[in-house]
C-alpha cells in the first residue's frame, strides 16, 4: 500500500467531518472519540506481547510504539437482520485484534500478520480501509506494523470486523487523529463492502462499543445503542467453533441480500410503503408476505420478521433473568436460519442438535454469518463436562473462550 503526501494533508473540510458522529449513540457515550489513550496495555498479556515484539523486530527492528485493538464479537441473537434494519444483541470478546505499529515518515503501511495459513489476499482487507478512509478525506499516516489475533479466523467471530477496525485505528492514530467511534464503524463497515462482503453494521458496532459488562441491543435502524444485561450467575454463554467454513460464504451471504432486496421491493409494489427495510414488515403482515412474495421469498421476509421480535423477547428475558425464555428463543432462531433463511449446513444443525440435548442446555443456535462458523449456547452450572465431551465427539469442533471484553482503543506499547 502507498500514498502520496497529498493524501496526508488535513483539509479543513476533512477536519470538519472529523466531529463526533451522532448515528450509533447511547448515553453516556455519545460522540465516543478513537484516539490514543494514555492508558497502558493489559500488563497480564506478556506473551501476546512477546510474540507481537519479536514479530515486529524480526520485520521491522526495534520496536512498535502503539498497539491498536478491536475485539470479535458473540452475536446472542438477530441473526441476518442489521442489513434489514433490524436489532442485534452482539457481546465483545476477551478474543482479540491487535496491531502493533510504529508511524513512519514515508507515505507508506507496511503491515504483516503472525497468523499461520492465512490467505495471501488478507491484505485486501488493510488496503480497503486505507482506500476508504483517503476517498473520505479522513487523514491517515503511513506505519509499519504486525497484526496479531487471538481469534478463530472466519469461525463467524468477527476477525475481519476486528481487523478492519485495528487497522482503522492504527492509520488514524499515527496521524495523531481521533475519529468518532461511530464514523469509524461506518468507514470500515464500507472498506468490507469494498472486499465483497455486504455485510451490516453489527461487526463493526460491537467492535467499537461493545463493553465487559454485557451484551449491546444495537438498534440497526436508528443507530441506537443500549445495554443489556448477561443471563443470571446460574447460566452463562458458551461457544463453540464447528471447525467448518464454507467457500462460498461470502457469495451465498450476497445472495440473500439480493433475494431479501427483491422480496421488499415487490412488497412495495403490492402496496407495503411504509416499510423502508424488511425490519419494517412486522409480524402483522406475514399473512400479507405470505400471499404477495413465492415461497422462498416468503421464508426469507419471515426469518427477519420473526428474528427481529425475537431480539427483543431475549432482551426482556434477560431483563428479568428468564433463562427458560432466552433458550426457546434461541432454538427458534436456529430453526429459522436452517429452515427460512437457509444459512446453515448439516454439520452445524448436528452439532446444534447434539448440544440441545444436554441436560442444562438452555438453548443453543448457530452464530454469525452461517455456513459453518461458530454456535452460541446458553447453559446452566453443571453443563462443562457433558458440553466438552460432546464438542470432542465432532471433529473439527472446539470451545472458544466466551469471555466479554472491552471495545477497541489504542494504546502506547509497553516493553
Ligand atoms: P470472520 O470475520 O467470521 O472471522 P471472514 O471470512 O469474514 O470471517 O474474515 C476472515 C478473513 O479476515 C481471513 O480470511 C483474512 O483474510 C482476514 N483476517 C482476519 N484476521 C486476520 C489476521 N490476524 N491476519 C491476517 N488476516 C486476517
Ligand atoms: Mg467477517
Not at 461457544?239 to 412495495?268: D, F, I, K, P, Q
Not at 473439527?396 to 489504542?410: E, K, M, R, W
Request: hydrophobic share 45%.
Amino acid at each position: 500500500m502507498r500514498m502520496t503526501r497529498a493524501d496526508r494533508g488535513i483539509s479543513a473540510a476533512a477536519a470538519q467531518r472529523l466531529k463526533p458522529d451522532r448515528r450509533f449513540r447511547r448515553p453516556g457515550i455519545r460522540g465516543k472519540m478513537c484516539g490514543m489513550s494514555a492508558a497502558r496495555s493489559d500488563p497480564a498479556d506478556g506473551a501476546r506481547r512477546r510474540r507481537l515484539a519479536t514479530a515486529f523486530e524480526a520485520a521491522f527492528g526495534g520496536r512498535p510504539t502503539h498497539v491498536a485493538r478491536a475485539p470479535g464479537r458473540v452475536n446472542l441473537i438477530g441473526e441476518h437482520v442489521d442489513y434489514h434494519g433490524g436489532p442485534v444483541l452482539p457481546q465483545s470478546l476477551a478474543l482479540d485484534t491487535r496491531v502493533a505499529f510504529r508511524a513512519v515518515p514515508a507515505d507508506r503501511v507496511d503491515l504483516r500478520t503472525t497468523a499461520v495459513g492465512v490467505e495471501p489476499a488478507w491484505q485486501r482487507y488493510p488496503d480497503a480501509m486505507l482506500a476508504v478512509l483517503r476517498e473520505r478525506g479522513v487523514p491517515v499516516a503511513g506505519f509499519e506494523g504486525v497484526v496479531d489475533s487471538a481469534l478463530p479466523i472466519g469461525a463467524g467471530l468477527s476477525s475481519s470486523a476486528a481487523l478492519l477496525v485495528a487497522v482503522g485505528l492504527a492509520l488514524t492514530s499515527a496521524a495523531g487523529e481521533a475519529v468518532g467511534a461511530a464514523r469509524l464503524a461506518e468507514l470500515a463497515r464500507d472498506a468490507e463492502h469494498r472486499t465483497g462482503v455486504a455485510s451490516g453494521a453489527m461487526d463493526f458496532v460491537a467492535a467499537l462499543f461493545g463493553r465487559v459488562d454485557g451484551p449491546i441491543r444495537i438498534d440497526c435502524a436508528d443507530g441506537a445503542i443500549a445495554p443489556v444485561p448477561g443471563p443470571p450467575p446460574s447460566h452463562r454463554w458458551a461457544v463453540v467453533s464447528s471447525g467448518m467454513r464454507h467457500e462460498l460464504a461470502a457469495s451465498a451471504y450476497n445472495a440473500r441480500v439480493a433475494e431479501c432486496r427483491a422480496a421488499l421491493a415487490t412488497l412495495r409494489d403490492a402496496g407495503v410503503t411504509d416499510a423502508d427495510r424488511l425490519a419494517d414488515v412486522g409480524a402483522d403482515r406475514l399473512p400479507t408476505v405470505a400471499r404477495v412474495l413465492d415461497d422462498l421469498g416468503t421464508r426469507r421476509v419471515r426469518h427477519v420478521v420473526t428474528e427481529c421480535a425475537r431480539v427483543d423477547t431475549v432482551v426482556a428475558a434477560l431483563e428479568r433473568g428468564d433463562v427458560g425464555a432466552v433458550g426457546a428463543a434461541l432454538r427458534a432462531s436456529h430453526r429459522s436460519l436452517r429452515d427460512d433463511y437457509a444459512v446453515s449446513v448439516p454439520a452445524v444443525d448436528a452439532l446444534v442438535d447434539a448440544i440441545g440435548v444436554i441436560p442444562g442446555v438452555a438453548g443453543v443456535r448457530m452464530t454469525g454469518g452461517g455456513f459453518g462458523g461458530s454456535l452460541v449456547a446458553l447453559v446452566g452450572a453443571g453443563t462443562d463436562d457433558a458440553l466438552a465431551a460432546c464438542v470432542a465427539r465432532h471433529p473439527g469442533a472446539t470451545l472458544i473462550d466466551p469471555a466479554p471484553g472491552p471495545a477497541a482503543s489504542v494504546t502506547p506499547w509497553v516493553a
